[in-house]
């Protein structure tokens, strides 16, 4: 799986909070959506305003696909969805969801699916 292929998977489940999504999954569309946000950042630099405009409406576009499938990753540790709100405990909260984030799924079925891995192979 590349960064395109993460980014279509996770647009093509846009408000799927159901489910697990691997580590790979998560981290190449948040790497594929910081890369989008830095070239029209860039081109907005240098070419004008209306780069500006598409960059906040592909911001506001990816809000409930990046929601969902932040989502999904926890889901994929065992953990409900609501961790997410560890992120308004200021720095101590952000940390702890990224542990969540960077830890490895759950082998095998948990409560909130199969293992994704075992689907990929």
């Known amino acids: 799986m590349g960064i395109l292929d993460?980014?279509?998977?996770c647009f093509s489940k846009f408000a799927t909070f159901s489910g697990r999504a691997r580590r790979r999954e998560y981290w190449f569309f948040y790497l594929g959506n910081t890369l989008i946000n830095l070239l029209l950042l860039i081109l907005g630099t240098v070419a004008g305003g209306i780069f500006f405009v598409i960059l906040g409406i592909y911001n506001v576009a990816i809000i409930i696909p990046?929601?969902?499938v932040l989502v999904r990753r926890l889901h994929?540790?065992?953990?409900?969805?609501?961790?997410?709100l560890w992120v308004?405990?200021?720095l101590v909260g952000e940390i702890i969801?990224?542990?969540f984030l960077f830890s490895g799924g759950t082998p095998g079925a948990n409560n909130y699916?199969?293992?994704?891995?075992?689907?990929e192979a």
């Open 6 to 9: 993460a980014i279509k998977i």
């Open 76 to 84: 994929d540790t065992n953990r409900s969805g609501a961790n997410v």
């Open 97 to 99: 969801l990224l542990v």
């Open 66 to 68: 990046g929601l969902a």
């Open 88 to 90: 308004l405990l200021p």
């Open 113 to 119: 699916g199969d293992d994704p891995k075992a689907q």
